[in-house]
């Protein structure tokens, strides 16, 4: 199945209180729940003004569907082609 990294827009995102990431989050995993178990969250990165995340899901409009029910922006989606890490260099 298909990876994607999705890209969120969110302005002060690095500065949100860990009771607001677990709110995002809540929301994230009911709106999954209700999709199904095709699409599943592996795991998001928090910076200054994005947050990134990594989805498995069988196309990008999924992900947009899931960013939609949510009310979470999804301003750029990308497949992942491959994954490269040290062990790669070996």
């Known amino acids: 199945m298909p990876r994607y990294v999705i890209e969120r827009e969110i302005p002060g995102a690095g500065r ?3 009771q607001e990431l677990r709110a ?7 709106v999954l729940d209700e ?3 095709q699409i599943q969250w592996q795991h998001s990165y ?5 947050v990134y995340c990594v ?4 196309n990008e409009a999924m992900i947009r569907e899931h960013a939609q ?3 979470f922006p999804a301003d750029r989606v990308s497949e992942v082609s491959a994954v490269i890490d040290p062990v790669s260099a070996e």
Not at 24 to 30: D, G, L, P, V
Not at 55 to 58: G, K, L
Request: one cysteine or more.
């Open 16 to 18: 949100l209180s860990p």
């Open 24 to 30: 995002i989050s809540q929301k994230s995993c009911t």
């Open 35 to 37: 999709l199904g178990p």
């Open 46 to 50: 928090v910076t200054g003004d994005k």
């Open 55 to 58: 989805y498995i899901a069988p």
């Open 69 to 71: 029910r949510g009310g």
